[in-house]
């Protein structure tokens, strides 16, 4: 089983900055790609970012040129840094793990708050 625990959520004021961290630990088969997707209240979940074992990222175009994913290979840690916050940025942000074995995990979620 695998766990992923995130942090660094809150609230912020628009154009301001929030960075997140997502852990996993337990039972990793083999990290094919980490990532970050939000769910806003009424809406589907989306894809934020995403970053593959090899380094290759992805952004949501909402969040191009704001948003940085990174990652840390050795702690299976995966970060999210969040610049130029907007209002519509306020989600919760939910960490993604996808194994080669095609197993997917997900955090808990975290709240990030963007006041106007």
């Known amino acids: 089983q695998v766990r992923l625990v995130e942090s660094g959520g809150g609230l912020v004021q628009a154009g301001g900055s929030l960075s997140l961290s997502c852990a996993a630990s337990g039972s990793i088969f083999s990290i094919n790609a980490m990532g970050w997707y939000r769910q806003a209240p009424g809406k589907q979940r989306e894809l934020v970012a995403s970053?593959?074992?090899?380094?290759?990222?992805n952004y949501a175009g909402s969040v191009k040129g704001r948003f940085t994913i990174s990652r840390d290979a050795a702690k299976n840690t995966v970060y999210l840094q969040m610049n130029s916050l907007k209002p519509e940025d306020t989600a919760v942000y939910y960490c993604?793990?996808?194994?080669?074995?095609?197993?997917?995990?997900w955090g808990q979620g975290i709240q990030v708050t963007v006041s106007s």
């Open positions: 993604n793990l996808h194994e080669f074995n095609k197993r997917t995990s």
């Open positions: 970053i593959t074992s090899n380094g290759n990222t």
